[in-house]
């Protein structure tokens, strides 16, 4: 499932950031602001009538990302334990 289609408050954990070509900037960025591999994510909010942007938490750091950006990466949810 991509982080974009992640509805809100759901637990989710981050599977990997998609390059979408070979020394892709953005998707650099993005496991440098922590999406990498385990990681627990969360969507906070959607922007008006759910368009850009999208609020992220990782940990205790919240992102705005466009919805482009949050397609980019795959996440799975958490089971209830």
Do not use: C, N, W, Y
């Amino acid at each position: 499932m991509r982080l974009s289609d992640l509805p809100k408050g759901t637990a989710a954990v981050v599977d990997r950031v998609d390059d979408a070509h070979a020394s892709d900037p953005i998707a650099q960025r993005l496991r440098d602001l922590g999406f990498v591999e385990g990681e627990p994510v969360r969507v906070v909010a959607h922007g008006p009538l759910g368009a850009d942007p999208i609020l992220i938490q990782i940990g205790s750091t919240r992102f705005a990302l466009r919805r482009a950006e949050a397609a980019r990466i795959t996440v799975r949810q958490e089971q209830a334990a």
